[in-house]
């Protein structure tokens, strides 16, 4: 058992990506050539949206959302501290700042009623995270923004493919984004992808992607403060054929997270993520967290445990309040937000990939269940 190595992550690339990254080498036209657009017809597509725009990442395609809300210094935004940091650091970017909002402890997203407490004149924006790909909450949070008259922005970097209520994550917010980084439903290496029904919004990030330049105008003319956030046309090519396989994939992760709850169901030391019967999950990562009597070392010492027989594990996510960039500006310190902290103290975020195997998911579940039952019995 010890030989085999399973790695917390890793992307489902075909002969078919390889060819298409082939194709675009062969052509003159490695960046703004016809792939990029037909990437975004196909997300355009997929989601039923008005506009999709490609970026260089999920964190490029959140801060040209900020830019275009006008969204600047002074400005508050709500939103959660369970979350990759970039859906903080983005906020921050842009001289705003993020008023974190405590989470609802079975879905992992912002609490909605903790969440109106918190608007004042200053929020600007909902700034709300589909945690681990779940989506549910998200009509609660745009009515609560729709109520406010502010926008909902929506960080789908981690949902692509979920749906609440039978509306996919990504067209609950004015906009909605999404990330592409290997260890996403789909991946274009590094890349990202906004998505919107709002013309204004989605012509300013493009402009903001490409120096500044306004769409169809001169490629020496800049409108207005701009990045190269753009997508080059090699990583849109892997995009087009991941967008085509994603049924497939999502259908592979499911398959994946049904059998890790099948095996895991009967373990009482481990809190399986909670689903409603409204959400279709597509899943990003799987994970569990330990139940009360375990504590943040006892996880640490799971991880390490697993670590040391070749299982891929972390612990998705630290909280942001927490990190010491955001501890230090804005004095955050423990028991700030006590459902995040407790939460984020005993999550293991297992290996997940399309292709891993029963007999793989099967050795990560004994290595978890020995590293607990070690952890007990030190007690
Ligand atoms: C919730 C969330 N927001 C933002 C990002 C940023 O995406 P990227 O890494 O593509 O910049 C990620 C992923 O990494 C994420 O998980």
Not at 75 to 85: A, G, M, Q, Y
Not at 107 to 130: C, R
Not at 251 to 272: F, G, K, N, S, T
Not at 310 to 338: M, T, V, W
Request: hydrophobic share 40%.
């Amino acid at each position: 058992m010890d030989e085999i190595q399973i790695p917390l992550s890793s992307p489902d690339i075909t002969e078919a990506e390889v060819q298409a990254v082939v194709d675009v080498m062969r052509t003159r036209h490695l960046s703004l050539g016809p792939k990029g657009p037909e990437f975004e017809e196909a997300f355009r597509q997929f989601l039923g949206v008005d506009h999709a725009v490609a970026v260089s990442s999920g964190t490029a395609g959140l801060h040209c959302c900020l830019m275009a809300l006008g969204i600047g210094p002074g400005d508050e935004l709500v939103t959660t501290p369970f979350s990759f940091i970039a859906s903080s650091n983005v906020i921050k970017m842009v001289g705003a700042k993020p008023v974190f909002v405590d989470i609802e402890s079975t879905s992992l997203n912002m609490d909605v009623a903790k969440a109106q407490k918190a608007i004042t004149e200053k929020t600007k924006a909902v700034l709300g995270v589909e945690a681990f790909g779940n989506p549910q909450g998200m009509h609660e949070t745009a009515m609560l923004a729709a109520r406010h008259e502010i926008p909902f922005i929506e960080d789908s970097c981690e949902a692509l493919g979920s749906s609440h209520k039978g509306r996919k994550a990504g067209t609950f917010g004015r906009c909605g984004v999404f990330g592409f980084y290997p260890n996403k439903q789909i991946t274009t290496g590094e890349g990202g992808m906004i998505v919107t029904n709002d013309r204004k919004l989605a012509e300013l990030c493009r402009s903001y992607r490409n120096q500044g330049r306004d769409p169809g105008g001169s490629w020496l003319s800049h409108e207005r403060l701009g990045y190269n956030y753009r997508m080059s046309d090699i990583n849109a090519a892997i995009g087009i054929v991941q967008m085509q396989r994603l049924p497939e994939i999502v259908e592979a992760r499911q398959r994946v997270a049904h059998d890790y709850v099948q095996q895991l169901l009967d373990e009482p030391h481990i809190i399986l993520p909670t689903i409603d019967e409204e959400t279709v999950m597509s899943w990003f990562v799987f994970v569990v967290r330990l139940t009360g009597e375990l504590d943040a070392g006892d996880r640490d010492a799971i991880l390490t445990y697993m670590r040391n027989h070749h299982i891929g594990c972390s612990n998705y996510f630290p909280p942001i309040h927490l990190q010491p960039f955001y501890a230090r500006e804005y004095g955050y310190k423990r028991g700030d937000f006590p459902v995040t902290e407790y939460v984020a103290d005993r999550t293991i975020a297992l290996p997940f990939h399309n292709r891993l195997t029963h007999m793989e998911i099967e050795v990560v579940v004994h290595r978890l269940r020995e590293a607990i039952g070690r952890r007990l019995a030190a007690k």
